[in-house]
C-alpha cells in the first residue's frame, strides 16, 4: 500500500528503490528492491499487461545500472528463474523460515525438504555447469 512505502521511506530511507514505466501517462509496471550495505536485494515485480522485454528491463537491467551508478558489489536478483543464467546470474540457494505447528504436518515438511534439498543442489550444480563464469579445472 501506499502507507507501508511511505513507513518504510521514513524508517530506512535509503533502502528501498522503487522502479516504474509509464506508457503515456499511466503507470504500467514496478520493480521494487530493498538496498543492503554493498548488495541490492530484488526483486518483486507488477505489470498491468504484457509489454515485451519490460519485465527484464525493470527487474534486471535498471537494477544493474542502479548497482554500478551506487558502486553497490552484489545484485542479489532474488529466487527463481532459470532465464537469469544467460543474463550473467549464477545459481544460488535461498532459504526461508517458518514454524510449523502441527508435528504431523512438520515432519512431512520436513522429509520432502529433505528429498528437495538434494534435487535443488543438484540441478545447481548442474546450471553451474553452463555458467557464463565456470572454473576450469
Known sequence: TEAFFNYLSEAM???P????????EKYIAGSFCM???TT??????????????LHFELCY??????????????FDAGAQGEHKIMRGFEPVTTWSNHLIRD?????????????????INEYIDNLG?????????
Not at 541490492?40 to 522485454?53: A, D, M
Not at 508435528?103 to 534435487?119: C, N, V, Y
Open 13 to 15: 530511507p535509503n533502502a
Open 17 to 24: 528503490l522503487l522502479v516504474l514505466a509509464k506508457d503515456q
Open 35 to 37: 538496498r543492503g550495505t
Open 40 to 53: 541490492l536485494f530484488g526483486r518483486h515485480w507488477g505489470c498491468r499487461e504484457h509489454f515485451n522485454h
Open 61 to 74: 537491467y535498471q537494477n544493474i545500472d542502479f548497482c554500478i551508478r551506487e558502486k553497490l558489489s552484489t
Open 103 to 119: 508435528p504431523g504436518f512438520s515432519k512431512a515438511i520436513d522429509e520432502f525438504l529433505g528429498r528437495e534439498t538434494k534435487m
Open 129 to 137: 555447469e553452463h555458467s557464463a563464469y565456470r572454473q576450469s579445472d
